[in-house]
C-alpha cells in the first residue's frame, strides 16, 4: 500500500522560512513527479510545484522565486523550501507522487498534509 507522509509545516512569521519533506513507501509503478499543492479552507486544492525524475521543475506563478523543490526518486522523498513566506501561504499543504496503476494508467498518491501558519 502507497503511503506519503509529509513533515515541516509549523507556525512562521512573515518573511520566514519553512522546510517541508514527504517520504513515499510502498510500491509506486513507474513514479515520474512528485511535488505539492496546497488548500486553503472553502477554495480548490491548488497546485504549488513538481519535480520530474528527469529533473525538470515547474512552479506556480505565485510561489516562483521564493519556494524551491528538490526531488530524490530513488528514495521517493521529495522537499519543499519555502522562504519569504506570505500571509497568503497559509494552507495545508499536500504531498503528491504520480505514476502508474496496475492497469498502466496515470495514478496521482496523496499524503495527509501538513499545516503552514504564516502569522505576525
Known amino acids: 500500500q502507497v503511503q506519503l507522509v509529509e513533515s515541516g509545516g509549523g507556525l512562521v512569521r512573515p518573511g520566514g522560512s519553512l522546510r517541508l519533506s514527504c517520504v513515499a513507501s510502498?510500491?509506486?509503478?513507474?513514479?515520474?513527479?512528485m511535488g505539492w499543492y496546497r488548500q486553503v479552507v472553502g477554495r480548490q486544492r491548488e497546485f504549488i510545484a513538481t519535480s520530474t525524475n528527469r529533473d525538470t521543475t515547474d512552479y506556480a506563478d505565485s510561489v516562483k522565486g521564493r519556494f524551491t523543490i528538490s526531488g530524490d526518486f530513488v528514495n521517493k522523498t521529495v522537499y519543499l523550501q519555502l522562504n519569504s513566506l506570505k500571509l497568503e501561504d497559509t494552507a495545508v499543504y499536500y504531498c503528491?507522487?504520480?505514476?502508474?496503476?496496475?492497469?498502466?494508467?496515470?495514478?496521482?498518491?496523496w499524503g495527509q498534509g501538513t499545516q503552514v501558519t504564516v502569522s505576525s
Open positions: 503528491s507522487a504520480e505514476g502508474l496503476g496496475t492497469n498502466g494508467s496515470p495514478r496521482q498518491y
Open positions: 510502498g510500491k509506486i509503478g513507474g513514479l515520474y513527479a
